[in-house]
């Protein structure tokens, strides 16, 4: 009998042998293969982009109708307000011409006087126009152009440079008084159109829309509470109308931000309105005056006093005996209402409390402490710097005539100056505020004609003064220019 182990033995070995015939059957790479390699990517050609679809004929008579009913707005705007709008030419002093030219824009620079242009808006129909301050606080002159082609001078009313706004008025009856909307209910993204006449070019008309409201901190003003626009305005737009779609004026155009494009300020109509009105009154501008110094609450002062930013305006100053004093308001409290309007900053409280009236008690919300208050102030007047004459304004004294001194320039020093060698009147002396100052006259100008007559002397332009006015022909350097001077 066979042993166990001999047979495991055997079972062993055939098993191995078994095994080296399996292995000898079948390689190794086929007990073992490799996964085949991903197929390489067959190139996709890139999509066509979806074309858009073609509109159709309905289509397009629709969109070129709702253009031309948008533009048919745009002039009914021009053709409703027009008429309400006038172009301003001012004369200065040339030692202020930089001053013009900037503000207004200006051309003959050879004139005795330097030449501006700007815009108004008739305010009443007897000659009222409203327009800004900067367009008129240097002028020697104003003339005004009317829509129905009249040239007429107009005289200063009164001036409001804590508002950049000015009446003047002209000698004229049945005007088209401009339409004031309320520009508090105006809305951010409305269209707005401004018309006036930039550099000269009158009664140009452009479109934008409201940019943004409330604009303050520009630094240029006394009082800012500006409406913003992306509507074009220039030098020369200053005192224009800026109209919403209904011609309704919702500001009057002001400034411009030099270093931008797109970026113009308007004095709301509301305020415009109100300044307007007192001029035309009393030829002056009061607004109340609550008496303290404000600053906002930045959010390290809103923190420290365990405030929310913009709850209000933080008081860092009340006048000695002003209505804040007297009402018991002191540093460190907080204005966080004025008359049941909402006060975010100093910028709120300025312009919630110079509409409250003067005299009258209005309710305060003070918070002191992380506590609110009420109170009652009675506002006063705001203390204001008196307005001073403009040149326009400055009248000569009786004794002065046409305020002009002449005598005779020697014929050697006629000849010098490039003159004909003979005797020439030459002006030693001009009155301030007189007429010859405003036509622009200077010491040194030599006049040259006298009412169509040459070579004059000093004799003939006083006998000519005497009788009537006079027409200079004048020569100041290389250049001549004409000056009329009436008394």
């Not at 999509?47 to 679809?53: D, G, K, L, S, T």
Request: charged share 15%; hydrophobic share 45%; glycine share 10%.
């Amino acid at each position: 009998m066979s042993s166990p182990v001999r047979v495991v033995g055997r079972s062993f070995a055939l098993a191995f042998a078994l095994t080296l015939a399996a292995a000898a059957a079948f390689p190794s790479s086929a007990l073992a293969q490799a996964p085949a390699p991903p197929p390489r990517p067959v190139p996709v050609a890139p999509a066509a982009p979806a074309q858009p679809p073609v509109p159709t004929p309905a289509q397009v008579q629709a969109s070129t109708a709702e253009a031309r009913r948008l533009s048919e707005g745009f002039v009914a705007v021009a053709e409703r307000v027009s008429p309400s709008v006038v172009q301003i030419d001012v004369t200065a002093r040339d030692e202020k011409a930089d001053l013009i030219s900037h503000m207004l824009g200006r051309n003959g620079a050879d004139e005795p006087v330097a030449r501006g242009t700007a815009s108004g808006v008739v305010f009443t129909p007897d000659g009222a126009i409203l327009t800004n301050n900067h367009v008129v606080e240097e002028a020697l002159t104003i003339n005004v152009h009317l829509r129905d082609g009249r040239f007429l001078p107009a005289r200063l009313v009164g001036r409001d440079p804590a508002t950049d706004l000015a009446v003047i008025k002209v000698e004229a009856t049945g005007l088209t008084p401009a339409h004031f909307a309320d520009s508090d209910a105006a809305r951010v993204g409305e269209w707005t159109v401004a018309i006036g006449s930039p550099f000269g070019l009158g009664y140009s008309v452009t479109a934008g829309v409201l940019s943004a409201k409330g604009r303050g901190g520009i630094g240029m003003n006394a009082i800012e509470d500006y409406l913003q626009t992306d509507a074009s305005i220039n030098p020369g737009n200053s005192g224009g109308p800026l109209c919403d779609l209904s011609g309704d004026v919702v500001g009057i155009n002001t400034m411009i931000v030099g270093r931008g494009q797109g970026i113009g300020f308007a004095v709301p109509s509301n305020m415009a309105q109100r300044v307007a009105t007192q001029i035309l009154k009393s030829g002056r501008v009061s607004r109340a005056w609550l008496g303290v110094g404000v600053q906002d609450l930045s959010p390290e002062l809103a923190a420290a006093m365990h405030l929310t930013p913009g709850t209000g305006a933080l008081v860092n100053n009340v006048a000695a005996d002003g209505p804040a004093f007297r009402a018991n308001i002191r540093p460190g409290d907080v204005v966080s209402q004025v008359g049941g309007h909402p006060v975010r900053d100093g910028h709120d409280l300025v312009r919630e409390t110079i509409v409250q009236p003067i005299g009258q008690p209005v309710q305060l919300e003070i918070i002191r402490s992380g506590q609110r208050y009420g109170t009652m102030v009675t506002l006063a007047e705001r203390p204001e710097q008196a307005v001073e004459p403009t040149p326009a304004q400055q009248v000569a004294q009786p004794r002065q005539g046409l305020g002009l001194v002449v005598r005779d320039l020697a014929a050697s020093q006629a000849a010098q100056m490039g003159l004909p060698g003979r005797v020439v009147p030459i002006v030693t002396q001009v009155a301030s505020g007189s007429v010859a100052d405003r036509e622009g006259l200077r010491v040194g100008d030599v006049i040259v004609e006298v009412n169509g007559t040459p070579d004059a002397t000093s004799q003939q332009v006083s006998d000519a003064a005497r009788v009537g006015g006079l027409l200079l022909r004048v020569k100041r350097g290389d250049s001549f220019f004409y000056a009329a001077l009436k008394k």
